[in-house]
């Protein structure tokens, strides 16, 4: 079954010798797109979060590869894109799944080749993408249609951060299957928190409220008391590194909230396609965690009364701060991981995935 869910905005698309991508670091108060010609024009969208999002990150990579060949597309210069691109940002894994497959695609091909080879495995990740939510989004669907079952009412779903379309080459992977049911008829209603300090929470509600899918929006310490007071059936998230035991990295946040659902006996799934797992890392202490500084704890961002987007300061420069923007869930803490391939536990992917696939 291929899902009929169409982005409403592209998150990325090829614009001839270059790519359009929606800047997400004016969502949810401005739609605007940008123009991407240059490596360094990629790099700079992912390193500054105009893209967000593991599998979006990674696509966006992919391009950037064919965007540099298109200067010069022998060796180093194929070497030298990979690294700095490999560089932007280091926990989610599937920027270097895309850059492997890339380089496995284009290393071994003459550079008269490799520039059309570049722009067609680009493509391939993209479409790959694409198909790989909708088949989360159907897989998650029978967990929402069960709890429906049982419940016989609305099925109350939490997640963190944006795992919705955003975040990637089609409709999401923890939103997904929220998606899904919502096409079904089936009544959901979505738990979406804050996500400080980025806010990424925010373009969740704003696309929940695009596609008409009931939500509340909270504040990230209020999940403990939501999830206490019986509010919540599940709570599906998102993932940027899943390590080959199951601990999962996701957006900083995630781990309070998976120690709370297990407290309260809520089931907590993981959404992440193939891309996302990264069988050559162990376990959780291989998961390199991005730091990402002062300025994002000490400021919010907002829209101002004349309408423009401003950065507020809340706390005074020179405030000492830590800004891990992500944690780890201990695979002990995680019902099931939700991938394109099915459901299974947290220790059990290798089932799903038994051979090292593209
Ligand atoms: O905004 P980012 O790129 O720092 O955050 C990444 C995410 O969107 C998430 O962590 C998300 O939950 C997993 S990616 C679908």
């Known amino acids: 079954m291929r899902s009929m869910f169409t982005q409403p905005i592209p998150t990325l698309r090829r614009d001839g010798d270059g790519i359009v991508i929606l800047d997400q670091t004016l969502l949810p108060h401005r739609v605007e797109t940008r123009r991407l010609e240059t490596l360094e024009d990629v790099a700079h969208a992912i390193r500054g979060m105009q893209v967000r999002g593991a599998p979006l990150i990674g696509a966006t990579a992919a391009y950037g ?8 597309s022998r060796h180093p210069r194929l070497t030298h894109a990979l690294e700095v691109l490999a560089a932007t940002r280091p926990t989610a894994v599937n920027l270097n799944w895309a850059l492997g497959r890339m380089a496995a695609r284009l290393l071994p091909i003459a550079a008269s080749a490799r520039i059309e080879a570049a722009w067609d495995e680009a493509e391939q990740i993209r479409a790959g993408d694409a198909a790989t939510c909708a088949d989360i989004g159907r897989h998650g669907l029978a967990l929402i249609e069960e709890i429906a079952r049982r419940r016989n009412g609305r099925v109350r779903v939490m997640t963190h951060c944006n795992a919705g379309w955003l975040a990637t080459l089609g409709e999401g992977t923890a939103l997904a299957p929220v998606y899904a049911a919502h096409a079904r008829g089936i009544p959901v209603h979505v738990w979406v928190s804050e996500t400080r300090p980025r806010n990424q929470g925010l373009l969740t509600a704003w696309e929940l409220r695009e596609a008409g899918v009931p939500h509340t929006l909270i504040a990230d310490n209020a ?32 781990y309070l909230k998976a120690l709370a ?23 959780a202490a291989g998961i390199p965690i991005e730091d990402r500084g002062d300025e994002e704890v000490c400021t919010a961002q907002g829209l101002a009364e004349d309408d ?26 995680i019902t099931g991981i939700i991938t394109e391939r099915g459901i299974c536990g947290p220790a059990r992917l290798r089932d799903l995935f038994p051979t090292p696939a593209r």
């Open 65 to 72: 590869v064919a965007i540099a060949l298109l200067q010069d």
């Open 223 to 254: 999940a403990g008391i939501v999830m206490a007071r019986g509010e919540v059936d599940i709570v599906i998230t998102g993932a940027d590194r899943v390590a080959a035991n199951g601990d999962t990295a996701n957006k900083v946040g995630t």
């Open 261 to 283: 659902a297990r407290e309260h006996g809520v089931p907590f799934y993981i959404a992440a396609p193939r891309s996302t797992i990264d069988f050559g890392c162990p376990d």
């Open 308 to 333: 423009g987007v401003r950065t507020l300061r809340l706390a005074p420069k020179g405030t000492s701060t830590a800004n891990p923007a992500f944690d780890v869930t201990p695979a002990r803490c």
